[in-house]
C-alpha cells in the first residue's frame, strides 16, 4: 500500500562467541534494578558466599587432601595402591589404625614409625566418618 509506514527490520542481536557470563550479567543486572534493598543485600550475601571455597585443596596426583600430614601420606600410603583408595574411605583414627594393621600383617606393609601418629592425625581429621544421615535411634525403654 502506497503511503503505509516503513516497519524497519528488527536489528539483529548478534552473539557472537561463547559469552559463558552472558546469564549471569542478565541475572546480576536484574537483581542490582530491583528497588527492594533486601534482594541487593541477599543477592550481595549470595556472591560473597559462593566465591568462599567450597573444598580444601585437594592434589590431583593423588586425589588427597593437601592438609599437615600430607606428606607423609603420600610418601608411605601411594606406593602400592592409588591415594585415591585411601581417600575413598572413611574411618575414625581406630578405624585407620586397623586398616594399617591389616596391611601390615597381610599386604607387607612396612612399619610406619615415627610417622605414623602423623599419619593418623591427618586420616581422622581429613577422613572422618561422614555425619549420619539419620538422627541416632530413640533411647528407648520399656517397662
Ligand atoms: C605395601 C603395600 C601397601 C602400602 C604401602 C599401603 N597399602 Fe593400603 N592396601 C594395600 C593392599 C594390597 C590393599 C588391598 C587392595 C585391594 O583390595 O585391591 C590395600 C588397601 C587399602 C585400603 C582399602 C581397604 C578396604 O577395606 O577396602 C585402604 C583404605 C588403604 N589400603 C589405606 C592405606 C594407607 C592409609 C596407607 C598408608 C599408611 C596404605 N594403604 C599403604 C597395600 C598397601
Redesign the pocket.
Known sequence: MPGSPVIPAKPVTRISGFQPLRPLRTALSYLLAQPSKSARIGFVFCAIVQALPLHADTDPSTGLVIAPGYEQ?KA??T???SGR??AQ?RADRDG?LQ??RW?QDT????P?GEAEPV?LNY?AENYGPLPRGRRAPLDVSFE
Open positions: 601420606v608411605q600410603c606406593a602400592c595402591h583408595l585411601v574411605n585407620w586398616m594399617i596391611m599386604q607387607n606393609l612396612w610406619l599419619i586420616l
